[in-house]
């Protein structure tokens, strides 16, 4: 059996913050995935519901919760199961507590939340109350972080040895 260890010396405790840019970057290949689908979904009932539409605020903003209730559900799966969505893993990003670490559900579900409901204020109070950290109010609340990604492909740091 053959396993890795790395020297508890050469251990980094760097963590690299994303930038905003990244981050931004990432949430639009979400929210285009995510719009996509839901599009879909909601053009697939239309055509399956008689709907008779008079207002055209509510025609315009009827999407609105349904596509929420669905970015909220893929943030939450993905980035709790695997700590990054779509997009964020075709960035090298990805989400932790702040300590480095895999965050818990609780996090997960209050950064989700933020930016699924709320991203504009979020946004917007995180860069007014930004911190070294960069977080949205949302990430803070949660105690999550979004973190570069290094090279996976370094592994310059591991020795392998046998049992």
Do not use: H
């Amino acid at each position: 059996m053959i396993r890795f260890i790395m020297n508890d010396s050469d251990i980094s405790s760097k963590i690299v913050i994303a930038k905003w840019k990244d981050r931004f970057l990432a949430w639009l290949i979400d929210f285009i995935i995510i719009s996509i689908i839901s599009a879909s979904i909601f053009f697939a009932s239309i055509e399956t519901i008689d709907y008779e539409f008079e207002d055209n605020f509510w025609t315009e903003n009827i999407q609105y919760i349904p596509t929420s209730i669905l970015f909220f559900t893929y943030w939450t799966i993905l980035e709790y199961k695997t700590s990054q969505s779509i997009g964020k893993k075709i960035l090298n990003l990805k989400v932790t507590n702040i300590d480095g670490q895999k965050p818990n559900l609780k996090g997960i579900l209050i950064s989700s939340f933020g930016k699924s409901f709320l991203l504009p204020v979020d946004v917007i109070l995180g860069w007014f109350l930004t911190n070294e950290k960069r977080q949205r109010v949302f990430n803070k609340l949660g105690d999550t972080l979004i973190v570069k990604i290094q090279d996976p492909e370094d592994t310059s740091d591991i020795r392998y040895v046998k049992d």
